[in-house]
């Protein structure tokens, strides 16, 4: 491998480790800070004992809508991946909660179907009408809100380096071939 090759090869290793890291959905100033061992079922059922509590939950935005004091988003909780990002899979749900923003946030921005990732912390529960029947909703105040937008799903799972070598030939009384190799990020 002569010199320019090499250089070149190193370089496009180091640009791969450098895009192969996706948005973060908790700012390393809160991952200290929270109760990793709460569960969203927990929660449900005993919503107090969490008062307080920085926790991460995740979900699809049901409902949003903007009173005088707080946005709130009702949100169907749905597990989290290893990026915490979560689940596309709505039979997977434990239940719903609702999100509390007091800086303006445009409920607009937040169709349903949107998936979001929410560090909070746990003010309780409130009790409100779902359908035909009384729902406990735990309550959370946003600390940090992560959208999960088609573009960085996108990047996300397509974040890290991939290869393939790829082969080939012909045929018609001519002797041919080739391999390609391609390094993707």
């Known amino acids: 491998m002569n010199g320019h090759l090499r250089k070149m090869t190193v370089w496009g290793f180091a640009l791969l480790a450098g895009c192969a890291s996706g948005p973060e959905a908790i700012p390393d100033s809160l991952k200290s800070h929270i109760d990793s061992q709460a569960s969203f079922q927990e929660i449900l059922q005993q919503p107090e004992t969490f008062q307080g509590k920085l926790v991460v939950l995740g979900g699809e935005v049901l409902?949003?809508?903007?009173?005088?004091?707080?946005?709130?988003?009702?949100?169907?909780?749905l597990p989290l991946d290893g990026s915490n990002r979560p689940s596309s899979i709505k039979t997977d749900s434990q239940g719903r909660f609702l999100a509390f923003e007091h800086a303006f946030l445009d409920p607009a921005t937040f169709p349903p179907g949107t998936r979001v990732t929410v560090v909070g912390k746990v003010t309780g529960g409130q009790t409100a009408q779902l359908d035909e029947m009384t729902y406990q909703y735990p309550t959370l105040a946003i600390k940090h809100l992560h959208v999960w937008n088609h573009e960085t799903e996108e990047l996300q799972g397509a974040s890290g380096p991939w290869y393939g070598i790829f082969g080939g030939g012909s045929t018609g009384g001519r002797v041919g071939g080739g391999v390609g190799i391609g390094i993707g990020f």
């Open 63 to 77: 409902h949003a809508k903007r009173s005088s004091e707080a946005t709130q988003l009702e949100i169907l909780q």
